[in-house]
C-alpha cells in the first residue's frame, strides 16, 4: 500500500456547504476505491485563506489516480508532498476519509504545530520536517 500527506492552500474560503460536498463525493469514491484517510481544513481569518492538510493511503495504483485528481483540481493550489511512501499497515482504516474543520485552538496544544495559514510555513516547508506527519495528523483527529 502507498500513502500520500500533503498541504495545499485553498483556492478560496471554503463555506460549509462546499466542505460537505467534497467529503461527499470524496467519501463515496474512496469506499469504491479502497482508500481510507483525513482531510482536516483550517481557516485562516486574519489572512482569509483556507488550508488543508489530507493524509490518503490505500492501494498503489488508486493512491496514484487519486493523487493525479487531486494535483489537477482546481480548488486547492500551492500543493506540498510533507511525506509519501509505502506503508505495510493503514493509519486510518476504516475511515472512507475522517475530517476535521480546525481553528487555532484545537491545533495550538499540538507538538509539531505550524500555522497552516501564515506566510512562513511555505518558505519552512521541507521533507525533513515532515518526519512523523502521519502520526502527528492521527493524534490530532483522536485528541480533538
Do not use: C
Not at 493523487?67 to 482546481?74: E, M, Q
Request: charged share 20%; glycine share 8%; no cysteine.
Amino acid at each position: 500500500m502507498k500513502h500520500i500527506v500533503y498541504v495545499s492552500q485553498a483556492e478560496h474560503p471554503f463555506s460549509a456547504w462546499e466542505l460537505a460536498n467534497l467529503l461527499e463525493t470524496s467519501r463515496a469514491r474512496n469506499v469504491s476505491d479502497g482508500i481510507s484517510g483525513l482531510l482536516i481544513y483550517r481557516l485562516n481569518p486574519e489572512y482569509n485563506r483556507g488550508n488543508f492538510v489530507q493524509a490518503i493511503e490505500g492501494p498503489e495504483a488508486e493512491i496514484d489516480s487519486l493523487w493525479s485528481r487531486i494535483t489537477r483540481d482546481n480548488r486547492h493550489h500551492t500543493i506540498v508532498v510533507v511525506q509519501e511512501g509505502s506503508i505495510e499497515a493503514r493509519m486510518f482504516d476504516g475511515w472512507s476519509m475522517g475530517f476535521k474543520n480546525a481553528d487555532a485552538e484545537d491545533l495550538a496544544g499540538f507538538a509539531g504545530f505550524s500555522d497552516l495559514g501564515s506566510d512562513t510555513f511555505w518558505s519552512d516547508i521541507s521533507p525533513a520536517s515532515a518526519a512523523g506527519a502521519l502520526e502527528l495528523l492521527r493524534n490530532f483527529y483522536d485528541g480533538a
